[in-house]
């Protein structure tokens, strides 16, 4: 027999695909968070946004790194001036259980440094 027989090949390659098309959504998860609830609509946003997070243990993450309080303005301006200003939309994600202080230092620190766009996020809140 003179032919390739590629079936095999393709049978192996959609497998793979469904694999990654399934995974994928769980790979963005970044850090757990239990987010209040609120009537507010979502934000449209076109490219990746900045975030903030703190957790339960008043750890504070950029993106999905922890990082400390005191280094966390100059890592966000060298990230915004990298990206084309500081007229760039921060997001700040608290969980519903960390101490209202902890969340309102990182504002205020965000706030200090000369970002304007500073924006909590919460959840849909479920209907009751």
């Not at 993106?63 to 100059?74: A, F, G, M, R, T």
């Not at 500081?86 to 969340?103: C, Q």
Request: hydrophobic content about 45%; overall charge negative; cysteine-free.
């Amino acid at each position: 027999m003179a032919e390739i027989n590629v079936t095999p090949m393709v049978d192996v390659m959609l497998v793979l695909l469904i694999i990654f098309m399934v995974s994928a959504p769980l790979l963005t998860v970044g850090v757990p968070i239990d987010l209040p609830q609120t009537q507010a609509k979502s934000l449209d946003t076109d490219k990746e946004p900045l975030t903030v997070s703190v957790n339960t243990k008043g750890e504070v993450y950029l993106q999905n790194s922890e990082i400390k309080i005191d280094e966390l303005v100059p890592k966000l301006q060298a990230i915004t001036q990298a990206r084309g200003g500081m007229d760039e939309r921060i997001y700040v994600r608290g969980d519903r259980k960390v101490d209202y202080g902890t969340v309102m230092r990182v504002m205020g620190r965000l706030s200090a440094a000369g970002f304007r766009r500073v924006a909590l996020v919460t959840e849909v809140e479920q209907g009751s």
